[in-house]
């Protein structure tokens, strides 16, 4: 197996975040260590406090007081759930690590069937997708939708209604966290990662609504295609060069009626028409650029992914308040 220790002799390291996870951190942890228990006795769980607005930190530090194997990361504040996730496979120290949402929508139990897999393949990530997309007709055609356009204009695949739930061997997490993107989806990172990696079907459970609407997937798309493709750039430019071929032929047109049949070129409506054509152009391919350059900005400024207020373990020693506790400054930080 790749990058793991034989059976029963590794350490299981179980990342997840949480926002407005209060209601399911209980039975996601019960489920998790019953899901484990059969694999090792080494488990530790991660898990980072998104800046919550409910009672999620005060439960898990209630679950830290009575297994001593739990690590909450409490963020400073909310700052989304990729870099969330990040963080937390950061703090991981397992030689596999199983990322999961604690919503309890994948089944904890998947556990078993992907160390299954991994073993039996040397894989180095084993990672769920969605037999059937759930959710209504909408969301169903605009995860679709969404996917299709990503397929298009990215740089590379994307493994297509993707799940969090995936089991990682330690040097596939540990070059994962190596990237210093500060703009980035998350999935398109453990694409690039590369290694052996292997895809299961699976049922994602439909036990609440989606926190992705129409707004935020199309701000995940354009921040997908922006941070993860070159693509666009080249079909900005082959278009203007398209556009600029056309005009060039068409005036030479007009050219040789004028001069061969003295018929002169009329239509107001037609050059205003062309106007807005162009202005609108133009102002679209400045704006994507502008995105791009926004993107640039965010990167070189190398700030930090997150910033931790404090991590709660077991131990009073461990736990302390501000960035000195920090163990991402040497990963994230400038």
Same mark, same amino acid.
């Given at each position: 197996?790749?990058?793991?220790?034989?059976?029963?002799?590794?350490?299981? %390291?179980?990342?997840?975040?949480?926002?407005?996870? %209060?209601?399911?951190? !209980?039975?996601?942890?019960?489920?998790?260590?019953?899901?484990?228990?059969?694999?090792?006795?080494?488990?530790?769980?991660?898990?980072?406090?998104?800046?919550?607005?409910?009672?999620?930190?005060?439960? !898990?530090?209630?679950?830290?007081?009575?297994?001593?194997?739990?690590?909450?990361?409490?963020?400073?504040?909310?700052?989304?759930?990729?870099?969330?996730?990040?963080?937390?496979?950061?703090?991981?120290?397992?030689?596999?690590?199983?990322?999961?949402?604690?919503?309890?929508?994948?089944?904890?139990?998947?556990?078993?069937?992907?160390?299954?897999?991994?073993?039996?393949?040397?894989?180095?990530?084993?990672?769920?997708?969605?037999?059937?997309?759930?959710?209504?007709?909408?969301?169903?055609?605009?995860?679709?939708?969404?996917?299709?356009?990503?397929?298009?204009?990215?740089?590379?695949?994307?493994?297509?209604?993707?799940?969090?739930?995936?089991?990682?061997?330690?040097?596939?997490?540990?070059?994962?966290?190596?990237?210093?993107?500060?703009?980035?989806?998350?999935?398109?990172?453990?694409?690039?990662?590369?290694?052996?990696?292997?895809?299961?079907?699976?049922?994602?459970?439909?036990?609440?609504?989606?926190?992705?609407?129409?707004?935020?997937?199309?701000?995940?798309?354009?921040?997908?295609?922006?941070?993860?493709?070159?693509?666009?750039?080249?079909?900005?430019?082959?278009?203007?060069?398209?556009?600029?071929?056309?005009?060039?032929?068409?005036?030479?047109?007009?050219?040789?009626?004028?001069?061969?049949?003295?018929?002169?070129?009329?239509?107001?409506?037609?050059?205003?028409?062309?106007?807005?054509?162009?202005?609108?152009?133009?102002?679209?391919?400045?704006?994507?650029?502008?995105?791009?350059?926004?993107?640039?900005? %965010?990167?070189?400024?190398?700030?930090?992914?997150?910033?931790?207020?404090?991590?709660?373990?077991?131990?009073?020693?461990?736990?302390?308040?501000?960035?000195?506790?920090?163990?991402?400054?040497?990963?994230?930080?400038?």
């Amino acid at each position: 197996m790749a990058g793991s220790a034989p059976d029963g002799d590794f350490t299981l %390291s179980i990342v997840t975040t949480l926002y407005r996870s %209060s209601a399911t951190i !209980a039975e996601f942890h019960a489920r998790c260590s019953a899901a484990a228990a059969p694999l090792t006795p080494r488990v530790e769980f991660i898990l980072v406090d998104d800046g919550s607005p409910d009672d999620s930190l005060a439960v !898990a530090r209630d679950l830290v007081a009575r297994d001593p194997r739990v690590v909450v990361l409490e963020l400073a504040r909310n700052f989304g759930h990729h870099k969330a996730m990040m963080t937390g496979l950061a703090q991981a120290r397992g030689d596999l690590v199983f990322l999961i949402d604690c919503d309890l929508e994948e089944p904890p139990e998947l556990l078993a069937r992907f160390y299954t897999e991994l073993k039996a393949g040397a894989w180095d990530v084993v990672y769920g997708v969605q037999r059937r997309r759930r959710g209504g007709l909408f969301e169903r055609l605009s995860g679709a939708v969404y996917f299709s356009l990503v397929e298009a204009l990215s740089d590379l695949p994307l493994s297509r209604n993707l799940i969090t739930a995936r089991l990682m061997s330690r040097p596939y997490v540990q070059a994962l966290v190596a990237h210093r993107d500060r703009e980035m989806q998350i999935s398109h990172l453990w694409a690039i990662t590369g290694f052996r990696q292997t895809a299961l079907p699976v049922d994602k459970l439909s036990l609440s609504p989606t926190s992705y609407s129409l707004k935020r997937k199309v701000e995940m798309a354009v921040e997908h295609i922006i941070t993860t493709s070159t693509k666009i750039l080249y079909f900005i430019l082959y278009s203007g060069f398209a556009i600029s071929a056309t005009s060039a032929m068409y005036i030479c047109y007009s050219l040789f009626k004028y001069f061969v049949y003295g018929a002169g070129v009329h239509g107001y409506y037609s050059l205003i028409v062309s106007l807005w054509f162009f202005g609108g152009t133009t102002i679209f391919i400045l704006g994507i650029l502008g995105i791009y350059i926004a993107n640039i900005l %965010s990167e070189v400024k190398r700030r930090p992914y997150t910033h931790l207020r404090a991590i709660h373990r077991a131990s009073d020693d461990d736990t302390a308040p501000g960035a000195q506790t920090n163990p991402l400054l040497d990963l994230f930080g400038p």
